[in-house]
């Protein structure tokens, strides 16, 4: 049977914290308060049918002691766009991730309720039901529901900057005769279904629903539609999952990053990379506040590595990179063909090209401008509008 080109190409794509969190952790799991132990688990039908999935998408790994619900997800909804979350009632975790910029915010680094200024971009949820590891450089936050009480109860920086506040946010909520309701809907056997428990589970739950893959790549690869995606497109989808660019060691499967798992499936464990953006040192550093894995474990080894994010929707969430201080793609690219980032000047200067901890799968490599251009508009059909503006995913305060 002839393969033709396209059928090839499709196929080879198919294949292709703080203390407190951690003891917010344990009194998250605690059956005395927690209240998603006696809940029945969907089956995967259902599971499937609650987020939605895509063609080609397999099912996302769901905790037992957090079982998907149609009435936990909204609630997570309402929950995800109400700036009474904060202490201050000024934020909401949608101010870091809009969906229009797949949940990203546009700016260099996050900002928090009171001002502060974080130093690691906004990163994308997209897909997120699918992310083996959390956040930039935490080896250790693996769940969605670990990750969700950063933002809310983290001090270094104040996001949410919920500690100590927690009886006046709860407070908001019990006052309102539409959170009795849908906090009553999503835990029905919960004799005081308003509580952190409740409220984390939602938000995860809602956040397992950011799933995205209806983009034009999708509609070539999982929908058999070779019209779908331009023949510029084409050529850039070939260069992309070439060994002479290598981006797919990196950014590859499903969800184009290795940074990710399923349901059966174990995670790579190779996740974090230094990609040579920076040596300030001359000796493989990074800026102090963001050293990456190596913040976490000290390792010489691991400084500089970060997680490689999803590039599903990449085109509309710029700046780029962990501290947001690559301004395009194309610059993006730009750094990859060099084999890192020399900045000549400023507080951060350095030769990232030559950073000892650089990983191998980033050594550089030539394109043409016609070749820049083809790449460039196959990582545009990996922008799904739908995602984008879909209401079901959107503000439930603007209907």
Same mark, same amino acid.
């Given at each position: ?249 990196? %950014?590859?499967?499903?969800?184009? #990053?290795?940074?990710?798992?399923? &349901? $059966?499936?174990?995670? !790579?464990?190779? @996740? /974090? ?83 000892? %901890?650089?990983?191998?799968?980033? #050594?550089?490599?030539?394109?043409? &401008? $016609?070749?820049?251009? !083809?790449?460039? @508009? /196959? ?21």
């Amino acid at each position: 049977m002839k393969v033709t080109t396209d059928e090839s190409r499709m196929r080879r794509c198919h294949r292709g914290f703080e203390p407190i969190v951690f003891g917010l952790a344990v009194w998250l799991a605690s059956p005395t308060i927690g209240c998603g132990g006696h809940e029945r688990a969907p089956a995967a039908e259902e599971i499937a049918q609650l987020l939605r999935l895509p063609d080609g998408f397999p099912l996302p790994s769901v905790p037992a002691d957090n079982p998907l619900t149609r009435e936990k997800i909204e609630l997570g909804r309402h929950l995800f766009y109400d700036p009474a979350l904060s202490a201050n009632g000024m934020q909401s975790c949608a101010s870091c991730h809009v969906q229009a910029r797949a949940f990203t915010d546009g700016r260099e680094t996050a900002l928090g309720s009171t001002g502060q200024v974080h130093p690691r971009n906004s990163q994308s949820l997209t897909n997120v039901a699918y992310n083996a590891t959390l956040t930039w450089a935490n080896p250790l936050l693996v769940s969605i529901e670990q990750q969700v009480m950063v933002p809310l109860f983290g001090e270094l920086p104040i996001e949410l900057g919920v500690t100590g506040h927690e009886d006046l946010v709860l407070d908001r909520l019990r006052d309102s005769p539409m959170y009795r309701e849908l906090f009553a809907a999503a835990n029905p056997d919960a004799e005081a279904p308003i509580a952190w428990p409740s409220i984390i589970r939602a938000l995860a739950s809602f956040c397992r629903a950011l799933i995205s893959g209806r983009s034009p790549f999708d509609r070539f690869v999982y929908g058999h539609d070779a019209q779908a995606i331009s023949d510029s497109a084409k050529r850039g989808l070939d260069l992309f999952f070439s060994e002479r660019l290598e981006c797919h060691h990196c %950014h590859g499967g499903f969800n184009f #990053t290795l940074s990710s798992t399923h &349901d $059966g499936v174990v995670a !790579d464990a190779a @996740a /974090f990379h230094n990609t040579g953006l920076y040596n300030v040192d001359e000796r493989g550093g990074y800026p102090d506040d963001n050293t990456g894995v190596h913040a976490v474990t000290h390792r010489s080894e691991d400084m500089g590595r970060f997680r490689a994010p999803t590039l599903r929707n990449i085109a509309v969430t710029a700046p780029y990179m962990h501290d947001g201080s690559v301004a395009s793609l194309e610059d993006v690219v730009r750094i990859y063909e060099a084999g890192g980032r020399l900045l000549s000047g400023g507080p951060h200067a350095g030769d990232g090209r030559t950073n000892p %901890h650089k990983s191998g799968l980033v #050594t550089g490599f030539r394109l043409t &401008d $016609g070749e820049r251009r !083809d790449l460039l @508009a /196959f990582l545009a059909t990996l922008t799904d509008q739908t995602f984008l503006s879909d209401p079901e995913l959107a503000s439930p305060f603007e209907e």
